[in-house]
């Protein structure tokens, strides 16, 4: 079974210092990732996946995150926040399931809080 | 496109007053999903479908059921709503690929308060 952790509940920091969020999650199988991003009082939207090929995956807002099998993680960084980043930011893991099914497991989010 | 729209956006019941959230997509996926989101515990899946007319339970189906009686629309009812169903309640819809993986697409969410 499939499941995700979230290391940090919350990351503050300073407006254009570099952050890390950390996900690390368990699966059995081979398995697809995302991160997604929500906005205060708004829906989830994708930010980045990872589903096969470089392991190195970017986004068109600065972010990237990196696949690292043999540490089962999935950490979402950027060199340079802005204010505009603030949000909460949710791992995601989907792998095969019953039926052939791909349903995604989340994790439980990290808040990154950016300070002017 | 309108993408994935809920109805409503806000809601307060009392206790034991029955709801149903209308979620409903433009996009023709196959696949349906209700969240719920609470602080402190991520997203949770209540019920999901793989297509119409089919249902699959998730991880906290207790208290609520759905119909997927449309291919573009998911409902969601609480037949006796509880205090404790009280949350910000997200629809998201996705289509496999050949790939197998879903990207999901996410409505803007409904808060309901059950006093």
């Known amino acids: 079974a499939q499941s995700v952790t979230q290391l940090d509940s919350q990351v503050p920091v300073f407006e254009e210092a570099p952050v890390e969020l950390r996900c690390n999650y368990s699966?059995?199988?081979?398995?697809?990732l995302f991160w997604y991003v929500q906005y205060p009082n708004q829906g989830l939207q994708l930010l980045l996946k990872?589903?096969?090929?470089?392991?190195l995956v970017e986004s068109i807002n600065g972010f990237e995150a990196e696949f690292n099998k043999s540490q089962t993680s999935f950490h979402l960084r950027k060199p340079s926040v802005h204010i505009s980043d603030t949000a909460e930011y949710f791992c995601?893991?989907?792998?095969?399931?019953?039926?052939?099914?791909?349903?995604?497991?989340f994790g439980r989010g990290t808040s990154l809080i950016v300070h002017p | 496109n309108a993408g994935v729209t809920q109805t409503p956006k806000f809601r307060v019941l009392k206790t034991g007053q029955s709801m149903t959230l209308l979620c409903a997509q433009d996009?023709?996926?196959?696949?349906m999903y209700w969240y719920r989101q609470d602080p402190g515990m991520g997203l949770r899946l209540i019920h999901y479908?793989?297509?119409?007319?089919?249902?699959a339970k998730g991880e906290v189906p207790d208290g609520y059921n759905v119909s997927r009686l449309k291919k573009q629309n998911f409902l969601l009812g609480l037949e006796s709503a509880a205090p404790s169903q009280t949350s910000v309640y997200f629809c998201?819809?996705?289509?496999?690929?050949?790939?197998?993986?879903?990207?999901?697409?996410f409505g803007p969410g409904t808060r309901l308060t059950v006093l």
């Open positions: 995601a893991v989907s792998e095969r399931g019953v039926g052939g099914s791909y349903i995604p497991t």
């Open positions: 990872y589903l096969s090929g470089s392991t």
């Open positions: 998201a819809s996705s289509t496999p690929t050949s790939g197998g993986y879903n990207e999901q697409f």
């Open positions: 479908s793989v297509g119409e007319g089919t249902t």
């Open positions: 996009m023709n996926h196959e696949y």
């Open positions: 699966s059995s199988v081979s398995v697809y």
